[in-house]
């Protein structure tokens, strides 16, 4: 059973940084592509950022030159650093990973999510 825990949220002022940690288990990690979403009150959870198992990232425009994912096999975690944070960055931020199945298609796996608050 995938289990993914978030952890790293709070409070900041804008201007601000943060770094996010996603905790995997009942994977094989370094096999699984990983990503984190957000979600903003009254708008639909959007994609923040994803990193291969190669490690080649991609990021949501709003992001770019902000944030930063990263992974580490070893301890079986993926990370965003966020930085220049923006009241606008204020979400509940889901880690993800997913697998893809012939039959079913794509099955995501999500954690319970961590709250980003930036404002002064």
């Known amino acids: 059973q995938v289990h993914l825990v978030e952890s790293g949220g709070g409070l900041v002022q804008p201007g601000g940084s943060l770094r996010l940690s996603c905790a995997a288990s009942g994977m094989r990690f370094s096999d699984n592509p990983m990503g984190w979403y957000r979600q903003a009150p009254g708008k639909q959870r959007e994609l923040v950022a994803q990193?291969?198992?190669?490690?080649?990232?991609n990021y949501a425009d709003p992001v770019k030159g902000r944030f930063t994912i990263s992974r580490d096999n070893a301890k079986n975690t993926v990370f965003l650093q966020l930085n220049s944070l923006k009241p606008e960055d204020t979400a509940v931020y889901y880690c993800?990973?997913?697998?893809?199945?012939?039959?079913?298609?794509?099955?995501?796996?999500w954690g319970q999510g961590t709250q980003v608050t930036v404002s002064s």
């Open positions: 993800n990973t997913y697998y893809t199945n012939f039959f079913t298609g794509r099955v995501d796996y």
């Open positions: 990193i291969t198992t190669g490690g080649s990232t």
